[in-house]
């Protein structure tokens, strides 16, 4: 089982859906999770952040974290095609030797 | 403004050259880190530094040397490039308490003819 698993894609929905994106992990220590957006050609930038149990939401995005079944989520309202990109999903136990455990990313296309 | 510099931005080199590809960062960031992407495919961390004069080897077998000889900057060596060397590096940066995500520049695109 890999460390961080994401749900198989690509995923593809019309302008102004909700993009829900899916993630689990294997590590019950992971304490801070990300989300990442990689354009095609570009560099990951990160947009989300979760430390807590529950919702949190910025804008149109709603990150989701449930640790007691080590899941993690990305709602993306009134989807754009602006939002067609590969979401990485990245976990870590904080701490001075950690490292960022990215899983495999799920390419999201936005159709007009 | 604090950020993280990758050079060059695109490089295209013969075989059997050596080549150097820069990283710098002015965030003050302890650790660093060196990833490799190929088109589509997933992120595989080749080198890793959690301060000046520590540097180890990441979860992917790779041909490169680096150095921390300073806080701001992690370069990358490949003494002898290869074709099967052609790929996307990237060069990230982080807290040394990794409670917060990575900083990515914007990558080197690397082709060996």
């Known amino acids: 089982q890999k460390e961080v698993e994401q749900n198989s894609g690509p995923l593809s929905v019309p302008e102004g859906a909700i993009a829900s994106l899916n993630c689990t992990y294997s590590d019950r220590g992971s304490q801070s999770f990300f989300w990442y957006r990689q354009y095609s050609g570009k560099s990951p930038e990160l947009i989300m952040f979760i430390y807590s149990n529950g919702d949190k939401e910025d804008g149109r995005f709603t990150a989701q974290l449930n640790k007691a079944s080590q899941y993690v989520s990305l709602l993306i309202r009134d989807s754009q095609p602006s939002d067609s990109a590969t979401y990485l999903c990245a976990v870590v136990r904080t701490g001075a030797n950690s490292k960022l455990t990215f899983g495999k990313g799920i390419t999201l296309s936005v159709r007009p | 403004e604090a950020d993280i510099y990758q050079t060059p931005r695109y490089l295209v080199i013969g075989t059997g050259k050596k080549i150097t590809l820069e990283c710098s960062q002015t965030?003050?960031?302890?650790?660093m880190y060196w990833y490799q992407q190929d088109p589509g495919m997933e992120l595989h961390l080749i080198h890793y530094?959690?301060?000046?004069?520590?540097?180890e080897k990441g979860d992917l077998s790779s041909e490169s040397t680096v150095s921390r000889i300073r806080t701001e900057h992690f370069p990358l060596t490949l003494e002898s490039a290869r074709p099967s060397h052609t790929s996307q590096y990237l060069c990230?940066?982080?807290?040394?308490?990794?409670?917060?995500?990575?900083?990515f520049g914007s990558g080197t695109r690397l082709t060996v003819v």
């Open positions: 530094s959690y301060g000046v004069n520590s540097t």
């Open positions: 965030m003050g960031h302890d650790k």
């Open positions: 990230a940066s982080s807290e040394y308490l990794t409670g917060g995500g990575y900083t």
